[in-house]
């Protein structure tokens, strides 16, 4: 089978994304009333060393997501639809095993549109590896982007 690009795998997520947040026009006016109840929901995970030897890297990550959620409590505004935001918050507890079974869980049980990841390699390339296998589109931050792109050619820097 061949490997999709990156320009397909970012179509299918945004496919995915609007079939999950638009599947409710398609029941038509008898259940108007409902779907115009609530704004449709872009779910965020974070995974971040939050406990263990990496955890002074996400000393302000409670900070941080308070803050994000303050600032978009009231929703972000989309062309002509608003999206509530929810983070969900995992620990990779600073091994790289764990992050990327929490970017897992992430993935399939708790069913995030998105992945955020920050801090260092060990916990960024594992969940950029677990994204990438899950074709879940994924940001990253804080960490060198030459490690993520050597541990994806299986090179050791």
């Given at each position: 089978?061949?490997?999709a690009?990156?320009?397909?795998?970012?179509?299918?997520?945004?496919?995915s994304?609007?079939?999950r947040t638009?599947?409710?026009?398609?029941?038509?006016?008898?259940?108007?009333p409902?779907?115009?109840?609530?704004?449709?929901?872009?779910?965020?995970?974070?995974?971040?060393?939050?406990?263990?030897?990496?955890?002074?890297?996400?000393?302000?990550?409670?900070?941080?997501?308070?803050?994000?959620?303050?600032?978009?409590?009231?929703?972000?505004?989309?062309?002509?639809?608003?999206?509530?935001?929810?983070v969900?918050?995992?620990?990779?507890?600073?091994?790289p095993?764990?992050?990327?079974?929490?970017?897992?869980?992430?993935?399939?049980?708790?069913?995030?549109?998105?992945?955020l990841?920050?801090?260092?390699?060990?916990?960024?390339?594992?969940?950029?590896?677990?994204?990438?296998?899950?074709?879940?589109?994924?940001?990253?931050?804080?960490?060198?982007?030459?490690?993520?792109?050597?541990?994806?050619?299986g090179?050791?820097?």
């Amino acid at each position: 089978m061949p490997r999709a690009s990156a320009a397909d795998l970012r179509t299918s997520a945004l496919v995915s994304f609007r079939l999950r947040t638009n599947a409710g026009t398609a029941a038509g006016p008898i259940f108007a009333p409902a779907i115009h109840a609530a704004n449709a929901k872009i779910k965020l995970g974070y995974v971040t060393p939050q406990t263990g030897p990496l955890a002074a890297f996400a000393q302000s990550d409670d900070f941080n997501v308070k803050n994000f959620l303050e600032t978009v409590k009231d929703g972000v505004k989309v062309g002509d639809s608003t999206y509530d935001i929810e983070v969900v918050v995992k620990d990779s507890q600073s091994n790289p095993n764990r992050a990327a079974e929490v970017a897992k869980e992430l993935i399939v049980s708790d069913e995030i549109d998105l992945m955020l990841v920050a801090s260092t390699p060990e916990t960024t390339n594992p969940v950029s590896t677990t994204c990438e296998i899950e074709q879940m589109p994924n940001v990253s931050t804080m960490a060198p982007l030459a490690l993520l792109q050597a541990s994806q050619r299986g090179v050791t820097p």
